[in-house]
Nanobody, 121 residues
């Protein structure tokens, strides 16, 4: 079982920066795609950014050029660097690990508990 622990959220003024971290237990972190998702008040959860085991990244249009996702396989840790934050970035941010297991083709999908990011003056 994989456990994820996020940290780094908080209150920041518009235009400010935060870096979220996600630490994963277990030694198979490198085999998963890592995603940062967010859920704003009254809205559905959406993907903000993902990074594959090979390092390919995708970003939501709303965060392109402002957010950067990365991973350090030696530390079993993923990061989301968020710059030029806007009030509409206010949300609970969740870390996700996902892959389709080889041979069994079973989807393995793990979530952290979430960390609150509030952008307000």
């Amino acid at each position: 079982q994989v456990q994820l622990v996020e940290s780094g959220g908080g209150l920041v003024q518009p235009g400010g920066s935060l870096r979220l971290s996600c630490v994963a237990s277990g030694s198979i972190f490198s085999r998963y795609t890592v995603g940062w998702y967010r859920r704003a008040p009254g809205k559905q959860r959406e993907s903000a950014a993902t990074i594959t085991s090979g390092g390919s990244t995708t970003y939501a249009d709303s965060v392109k050029g402002r957010f950067t996702i990365s991973r350090d396989k030696s530390k079993n840790t993923a990061y989301l660097q968020m710059n030029s934050l806007k009030p509409e970035d206010t949300a609970v941010y969740y870390c996700n690990l996902r892959r389709v297991a080889p041979i069994t083709n079973v989807l393995q999908d793990y979530w952290g508990q979430g960390t609150q990011v509030t952008v307000s003056s």
